[in-house]
């Protein structure tokens, strides 16, 4: 609060992002307006509040999750969700295991000579069995689904006893990142690999994790960074293709392609739309929507007056769709982030009533 008043003389307009993160850009005396942020918060990069030099007013719930206390709290739930799910496969290794001793016997007297099997009363009895009986029983274990009913309950109590981010929540860590990036100028291939600024290394992102930093990209109306992102995760769906080590991905590349190639026609890059729409259909030949996308495309490239169809040589941002984006497009960007290793910087406001967070 002290800090607060003792800044709030130097502050001529005051501009509060609406996101799911708290950032403030400021007009001190006149100069460039630049933006205030704590960065790089529990391995998660993500822009955070400065929360002494605005108003005070209650949060919402969704802008919470920027302040380092809420991301702390998240992995009490993530770990209690780890001890669920370990939970639940244990049951379903015990139901498996039952399963396999059920097929054992069936698997063994299918090695054998059929007459061995079929003269002895015995063998016949218990091949008769097998194929009855035992096939019921077989049948009904697999049909169980108290485990995951268990596991969906289990799940839904601890929403009520721990804290989870909403989907609001995943939207704004998303829009933190991009905005990160565009702020301090950072690669997305280093991004993705971990590397923040030259510092490495936070948590590697994968396919799945490219795909939907570009998905709710998309979302936002943010074709600029969906391309971005969705390149990136084309090269990750490569390397895991080339490196079978990897676990699989329940992203495919025609998934990738779709969002990519919408974006890339968003962006005024027809042709390069209208290629990569192609290399949708080779993939899923059946897509409801890529023939009619190419016919769209090439109807619009016709149309344009001097338009040569080739792909221009950088992606730009575009700073003309909302006036949020020209506020931001007009922030300074600082060259490196300021490193703090010996102090750990926490915000709290305070308001007379119950503290929020």
């Given at each position: 609060k002290s800090l607060?008043?003792?800044?709030?003389?130097?502050?001529?307009?005051?501009?509060?992002?609406?996101?799911?993160?708290?950032?403030?850009?400021?007009?001190?005396?006149?100069?460039?307006?630049?933006?205030?942020?704590?960065?790089?918060?529990?391995?998660?990069?993500?822009?955070?509040?400065?929360?002494?030099?605005?108003?005070?007013?209650p949060a919402r719930s969704d802008e919470l999750?920027?302040?380092?206390?809420?991301?702390?709290?998240?992995?009490?739930?993530?770990?209690?969700?780890?001890?669920a799910v370990e939970i639940y496969l244990a049951k379903e290794r015990a139901r498996l295991n039952e399963?396999?001793?059920?097929?054992?016997?069936?698997?063994?007297?299918?090695?054998?000579?059929?007459?061995?099997?079929v003269s002895n009363p015995i063998s016949a009895f218990l091949l008769v069995k097998s194929l009855t009986v035992d096939l019921d029983d077989l049948l009904s274990i697999t049909q169980q689904k108290q485990n995951a009913d268990e596991l969906a309950r289990t799940i839904e109590v601890l929403k009520t006893t721990h804290r989870f981010p909403s989907k609001e929540d995943l939207s704004g860590a998303a829009v933190a990142i991009t905005r990160l990036q565009d702020t301090y100028l950072l690669d997305t291939g280093a991004m993705a690999r971990g590397e923040v600024d030259g510092h490495c290394c936070t948590n590697e992102l994968?396919?799945?994790?490219?795909?939907?930093?570009?998905?709710?990209?998309?979302?936002?109306?943010?074709?600029?960074?969906?391309?971005?992102?969705?390149?990136?995760?084309?090269?990750?769906?490569?390397?895991?293709?080339?490196?079978?080590?990897?676990?699989?991905?329940?992203?495919?590349?025609?998934?990738?392609?779709?969002?990519?190639a919408f974006s890339t026609y968003s962006k005024g890059e027809i042709a390069r739309a209208i290629s990569l729409t192609k290399q949708l259909l080779e993939l899923d030949p059946g897509h409801p929507r890529a023939k009619g996308n190419i016919g769209h495309y090439e109807k619009l490239l016709d149309d344009r007056r001097g338009e040569d169809g080739r792909q221009s040589d950088q992606l730009k941002q575009d700073c003309s769709n909302n006036s949020q984006d020209k506020i931001w497009c007009k922030l300074i960007q600082v060259k490196r982030f300021i490193h703090f290793e010996s102090f750990s910087f926490v915000c709290f406001a305070f308001t007379g009533h119950t503290r929020m967070y």
């Open positions: 607060r008043n003792l800044l709030a003389p130097a502050f001529t307009e005051f501009h509060e992002e609406p996101h799911s993160f708290f950032s403030v850009s400021v007009t001190i005396r006149g100069k460039t307006p630049v933006i205030i942020m704590l960065a790089k918060v529990s391995n998660i990069v993500i822009l955070c509040l400065c929360y002494l030099l605005i108003p005070l007013r999750f920027t302040a380092q206390i809420e991301l702390e709290a998240v992995f009490s739930s993530q770990s209690a969700v780890v001890e399963i396999k001793k059920i097929l054992l016997p069936l698997d063994e007297r299918s090695r054998k000579d059929s007459f061995q099997v994968d396919v799945d994790d490219c795909f939907e930093l570009g998905r709710q990209s998309y979302n936002t109306g943010d074709h600029y960074h969906t391309i971005l992102w969705m390149n990136e995760a084309l090269v990750k769906a490569d390397e895991a293709k080339r490196n079978s080590s990897r676990s699989s991905s329940g992203v495919t590349e025609a998934d990738i392609l779709e969002y990519l």
